[in-house]
Structure formats: C-alpha cells, structure tokens
Nanobody, 116 residues
Framework: QVQLPVESGGGLVQTGGSLRLSCTAS????????MGWYRQTPGNQREFVAR???????SYADAVKGRFTISRELRKMTLYLQMNSLKPEDTGIYYC?????????WGPGTQVTVSS
C-alpha cells in the first residue's frame, strides 16, 4: 500500500519572507515518476507549482521561477519546496502530489499566508 503524502511547514509570513515546505511520502512515490507541488489560491483552481523527476530534474511554473526551489531527500522520503521572496499572491493551500501507476496521491495540504 502507498501511504498518502503529508505536508508541513506552512504558516504566516510577511511579503519578501521565506518558508520551506516539507512533504513526507511513501518511498514508492519517489520513483519512477515525478513528485510535485501544487497550490490553490483564493478563488482559483489548483495549479502546478513545481515538479521534480525521479532523475532529479526540476521544472517550475513561470509565476514562481527564480523564487521557489524544489528538492528531495530520498533517505528521509521527503520532498521540499523552498519559497523565497514571497508575495501576497502566493497565499494559498499548498499540496504535494505523487503518482504510482495510474493513481495520484495527494496530501491534505498546508496553508501559506503572505501578508502585505
């Protein structure tokens, strides 16, 4: 069985501040597919933020490129999202997603609030 991911690290931060989100997940989600971060901002649908492949290649949404960094620590079965230069429009619920076969595994999300 694959355990659902669990996110942590959200909170309240001022504009320009930083947060690091963590996602612990089953090792079966780290390979062979990508793992990613998504977010749902107020009034919008869930959107892609960042992804890292099993080979370690990262990709980002244009809105976060240059400010966010996705990484992972396989030994700890943990996915990270380092978020710098945060803006009020980054406010939302951040989700971790893994894929195994035809199934997607989502965490419950962690709230990030950026005050102006």
């Amino acid at each position: 069985q694959v355990q659902l991911p669990v996110e942590s690290g959200g909170g309240l931060v001022q504009t320009g501040g930083s947060l690091r989100l963590s996602c612990t997940a089953s090792d079966r989600l780290f390979t062979p597919n990508s793992m990613g971060w998504y977010r749902q901002t107020p009034g919008n649908q869930r959107e892609f933020v960042a992804r890292i492949t099993s080979g370690g290649s990262a990709s980002y949404a244009d809105a976060v490129k240059g400010r966010f960094t996705i990484s992972r620590e396989l030994r700890k079965m943990t996915l990270y999202l380092q978020m710098n230069s945060l803006k009020p429009e980054d406010t939302g619920i951040y989700y971790c997603k893994g894929v195994r076969g035809n199934n997607e595994y989502w965490g419950p999300g962690t709230q990030v609030t950026v005050s102006s």
